[in-house]
C-alpha cells in the first residue's frame, strides 16, 4: 500500500514536472521568435532565418512536453492491478 502511494506520488511529480517545463519551454520561445522578429521586422522574412524556424520548432517541443505530462498524470490515475 505504501509503494503504491509512493509510486502515485512520484508519476504527479514527474507529471507536474513535464507540465511545467512544457510551459517554460513554449514561454522562452515564444519571447525568443518574438524578439527575434522585432530584430528582424522589414530587414529579412521570418521563415528565410533559422532562428524564427527554431523558435517554432522549439514552440511545437513544449506542446509536447505538455502532452507527455498530462499522459503521466492520467496514467497516475488508473488502478493498477490488485
Known amino acids: ?45 521570418f521563415w528565410s532565418a533559422w532562428p524564427g524556424i527554431l523558435g517554432v520548432a522549439v514552440l511545437g517541443v513544449g506542446f509536447i512536453m505538455i502532452v507527455v505530462g498530462a499522459a503521466l498524470r492520467e496514467e497516475g490515475r488508473r488502478p493498477g492491478p490488485s
Open 1 to 45: 500500500m505504501a509503494k503504491e502511494k509512493a509510486a502515485g506520488k512520484v508519476n504527479d511529480q514527474r507529471s507536474d514536472q513535464w507540465f511545467v517545463g512544457g510551459f517554460t519551454t513554449i514561454l522562452v520561445s515564444g519571447l525568443l521568435t518574438i524578439s527575434w522578429r522585432v530584430y528582424t521586422a522589414g530587414k529579412i522574412p
